[in-house]
């Protein structure tokens, strides 16, 4: 019995406490807004000290900038000597090439995108490039491929595409294919 009296006695102690130990605990709001606005006010003054009305005149320092025409010679001629350290074929450029019929073989897949636009911008980039090889740009729904060259053997297709590596064009690659044999 005198300990239920106690237990009563110790939670009737502790409901009675527990509140005002808890208010006394939190922060009080208005401090935490009083605060808050004494900082506004402080930057409001500091921001209206800081206008500025300039006084100061660019115009006599400014510099003239004289650009010069240059003049582009028509004589001119792109390097279409890319591979430095290889030795170049027989360029048939400048040859009409007919076309005798065709076969499986290999080329060289330079990129495969959605845009005509940039597959024509690659396809005359690698035409400057490289004088002995065919371009082509083949549409495979809904992709235009970016081809290059006909090639009977794995070899020769290995080889253009290192080469086109080196050149920068890290995602060519070489692809099964139907070629053109040429006369």
Excluded: H
Aim: include cysteine; aromatic fraction near 10%.
């Amino acid at each position: 019995m005198i300990l239920l009296q106690k237990i009563k006695l110790f939670s009737s102690f502790i409901i009675i406490l527990m509140p005002l130990i808890l208010y006394s605990c939190s922060a009080s709001s208005t401090v935490r807004y009083n605060r808050d606005e004494k900082k506004t006010q402080k930057e409001n003054e500091e921001t209206e000290k800081k206008t500025y009305k300039e006084t100061f005149n660019v115009t006599p320092y400014r510099t003239k900038i004289d650009i010069k025409e240059n003049t582009v010679s028509k004589d001119s001629s792109i390097e279409t000597d890319v591979w430095y350290g290889y030795e170049q074929k027989d360029t048939t450029a400048n040859q009409v090439k007919t076309i005798v019929g065709t076969t499986n073989g290999f080329r060289v897949q330079v990129m495969a995108t959605d845009n005509l636009q940039e597959a024509d911008s690659l396809k005359s980039d690698l035409a400057l490039k490289l004088t002995e090889k065919n371009v082509y740009v083949i549409f495979d729904p809904p992709f235009y491929k970016v081809e290059v060259g006909d090639f009977l053997n794995m070899g020769d297709a290995k080889d253009l595409n290192f080469k086109l590596t080196q050149m920068g064009y890290t995602e060519s690659r070489v692809i099964s294919s139907t070629v053109n044999i040429y006369e």
